[in-house]
């Protein structure tokens, strides 16, 4: 008896050993997969995974996006795609970046987010305008290098959505 609680003990505390050992963080995950990122600018979770906006040093002051999944205290780079500067003459961007990973059977299991830079500090809503659905409103979020925006897409598009950017009194200040 007093052989098995031994052991058990010695097991926990080498699943403990091995649990701090292997924790990484985003930025890690994001490292082993050649990005080399100067800084997150915002992070959300979502069903597929954790979607990071972020800074590389190769094209400072823009704004890339990213997915990351995590499992247990592990993080790992799954995909990414699209790039804004912050450096634009529009009050307001917008791109429409796929990002996810396939299935173990070859079907895509990626989603879409539009996104992009809100340059005009007036606007504090954006609309996109989907075909033959109601307009929806994007997530403005400010970063230390700016506002930038995006919604989640239920389906994927393969067209720019039109978006327009409102002032708080909802005059259109950007279309």
């Known amino acids: 008896m007093k052989k098995n609680i031994l052991v058990l003990g010695i097991l926990i505390l080498l699943l403990l050993f091995f649990e701090t050992q292997n924790k990484n963080t985003i930025e890690d995950a994001m490292g082993k997969a050649n990005i080399n990122v100067r800084q997150i600018l915002h992070q959300v979770e ?6 990071v906006f972020y800074e590389v ?5 823009s704004n890339s996006i990213g997915l990351v999944g995590k499992s ?4 790992k780079w799954i995909d990414g795609g699209g790039r ?11 791109g429409c970046s796929n990002i996810g990973k ?3 059977k070859g079907s895509p299991d990626l989603f879409q987010v539009v996104h992009g830079i809100v ?3 007036e606007i504090s809503e954006v609309k996109v305008k989907l075909k033959g659905e109601k307009a ?3 997530t403005i979020v400010e970063t ?3 506002r930038i925006w995006y919604l989640f897409l239920d389906g994927g598009i393969s067209y720019v959505p039109r978006i327009k950017g409102l002032d708080s009194d909802g005059e259109i200040l950007f279309e």
């Open 72 to 75: 247990f205290n592990k993080y």
């Open 57 to 61: 040093e190769e094209y400072p002051y």
């Open 102 to 104: 396939s299935n173990e």
């Open 119 to 121: 340059a005009n500090d």
């Open 84 to 94: 804004d500067s912050f450096n634009v003459k529009e009050d307001l961007t917008c």
């Open 136 to 138: 929806k409103n994007g």
């Open 46 to 51: 979502s069903d597929k995974g954790i979607v």
């Open 144 to 146: 230390e290098l700016g």
